[in-house]
Each structure stands twice: as C-alpha cells, then as structure tokens.
C-alpha cells in the first residue's frame, strides 16, 4: 500500500506540473506589445508567434505565486475590488464539483440499470434500441441541453408550473435541471457501451455454463456478467469526466450558473487557471487511486471466473 501511495504522489505531482505548463501554452504564442508612445491607453495587442522565453517567464512567475497560493488576487467583477482567490473560489468549486460527481454517479447507475432491462427485452426490441442510442449519441451536446432548456420553459408557459429552473438569477444555485442535462449525455454513451459489453460477456462459456445449472438471468447479469464489465466502467470514467468538463463549460454559460469555469472566464490569469484546473484535475486522481487501491482482484482483468 506505500508503493502504491508513493506511486500515486509522483503521479500527482507529474498531473500537477502537466496542467500548469499546458495552462501557459498561450505564452509560448502569443506575446503582449507594449501601447504605442503617443497612445499609452490604446487597447492591448498581441503578437502570434513562437516565444519560448515569454513562456519560461510566466511559468516562472506562475510556480513563484503557487509557492504563496494564499496570496493570488482577483478584482472582482464589476468593481474594483481585489480579493485573495482563497475562499472565494473555493465555493464556485465545491458547485461545480457535487454537480459533476451527482451526474457521473446518476449516469453509471441508470446505464447499470437500463442495460440490465433491456436483455428482457426481444432480439427485435434490443436492435431498436441500440438504433436509438446510437442517434441519440451523435446528438450535438449544445443541443440537448437547449432542448431541456426550453423544455422546462415550454411547461412553464403551457401548465405555469414550473418544474425546474432553467436559469440561474443573480447567483442563485440552481441544480436539478443542469444534473439531468449533465447526466443524459454520458448515461447514453455509458448505456450503449455496457451494452455491448453485455453483448460480449453473454457469448462466452461461462454464461453458458451458468445456465446450463438452472441460474436465473438477472443473477448471471449481476453476479457473474457484471463484476468482468466493472473494469471497463473504470477506465471509462476517465473519459467520462472530462465529457463532463467540457459539457459544464457549456452549461455554466447557458444557465447563467457561476460554477469553477465561470471564475476562470472571469478572471483568467495563468495563475487562476492553474489553480483552477488543479483543484478539478485531482478530485479524479483521488478517485482513481481509492479505486484501483479497493477494487477487488478479480475484476482487475477478464479472468472469466465466477461459477
């Protein structure tokens, strides 16, 4: 368990130097020009080009404000206020945060869920609905969540009931609708991708097997067909997450909800951005780690045990 846990430390530090120079590339292209002498209020120009001296010396300056976290300042929005990131950020964060967790977890479950259904379901039946999935995959993700947008508005202007707020007025946190539109859209591709998962599983011997004892199908599925798709669902939470990072950008703008990507919208200096993507970069790593660390020895490999 300490290899595992020394190995995990060099793995976050290796993440957290990775975002921190990713975040500078714009440093290593662009490079801001001073105002012209006799327009010393003009607005500020850039020059696009290769400048890898720029981009040493803002790295540089970035580890030096890291190194006093505490300390990196933000004016506030619309006043001239500075303000120390620290604690200020930290509640975008947390929104942001039990938004995207709720939707990855409600997502995993009602794939689990809806693949487990779906083979008592006919042969006919299932075709159809790996037809719709795969349409409801290629799907644009800007729109689906106009759709459930103006969907709660269209209820609100026919019944005057309002069944979710679908924007988010003078900071208030809003959270049913944008978890809904959240999860929609990696349960459809975690639901397909179980499914033939499924698919694969129930054509090996050891299904066979289990049926030929007499096992009912939902026990097959759940103890035996499940555990050996586990693995899959692991690693596909990678991609999951960052399917979600790039659907709350997105969201965040359409419902007006001023989550961790909304504050580095406003405030994008190199230093909040990295600390930013930082603070989102290892609540996954951690993850990661407790399951790799717990997951149990049977499910990390398709070892077809189980009868």
């Known amino acids: 368990m300490g290899r595992k846990f020394a190995r995990f430390l060099i793995v976050l530090i290796a993440i957290t130097l990775s975002v921190i120079c990713i975040c500078h590339i714009p440093a290593l292209l662009f490079k801001e020009l001073p105002p012209p002498a006799n327009q010393p209020f003009a607005m500020e120009m850039k020059e696009l080009g290769f400048f890898p001296g720029n981009y040493f010396i803002e790295l540089k300056k970035t580890f030096i404000e890291l190194l006093h976290f505490k300390e990196i300042s933000y004016v506030a929005q619309g006043t001239n206020v500075e303000r120390t990131i620290f604690p200020y950020i930290l509640e975008s964060y947390a929104y942001s945060l039990l938004l995207l967790f709720v939707s990855l977890f409600i ?16 042969r006919k039946m299932q075709g159809i609905v790996k037809n719709i999935l795969t349409v409801l995959e290629a799907l644009p993700d800007v729109f689906v969540i ?13 019944t005057n009931l309002l069944v979710a707020e679908p924007y988010s007025l003078s900071g208030q946190k809003i959270y049913f609708l944008p978890i809904l539109t959240l999860s929609l859209i990696p349960m459809i591709y975690l ?9 694969n599983e129930l054509g090996k011997p050891y299904v066979e097997l289990g049926v030929a004892k007499g096992m009912g199908k939902l026990y097959i599925l759940i103890r035996h067909v499940f555990p050996n798709v586990l693995y899959s669902f692991f690693y596909n939470l990678k991609y999951m997450y960052l399917l979600l990072l790039s659907n709350m950008i997105i969201l965040e703008y359409m ?15 190199y230093e909040i951005i990295s600390v930013a993507l930082i603070l989102l970069t290892f609540p996954l790593s951690i993850v990661f780690f407790f399951i790799q660390s717990f997951l149990p020895k049977g499910v990390t490999f398709y070892d077809q045990k189980a009868m």
């Open 107 to 122: 997502a995993l479950v009602f794939a689990v869920l809806f693949t487990t259904g779906t083979f008592y379901l006919s």
């Open 191 to 199: 639901y397909k991708n179980t499914f033939l998962m499924y698919e």
């Open 255 to 269: 419902y007006n909800i001023y989550g961790i990507l909304q504050f580095i919208t406003n405030h994008p200096s």
């Open 146 to 158: 106009f759709s459930l947008q103006l969907g709660a508005i269209w209820v609100f202007k026919h």
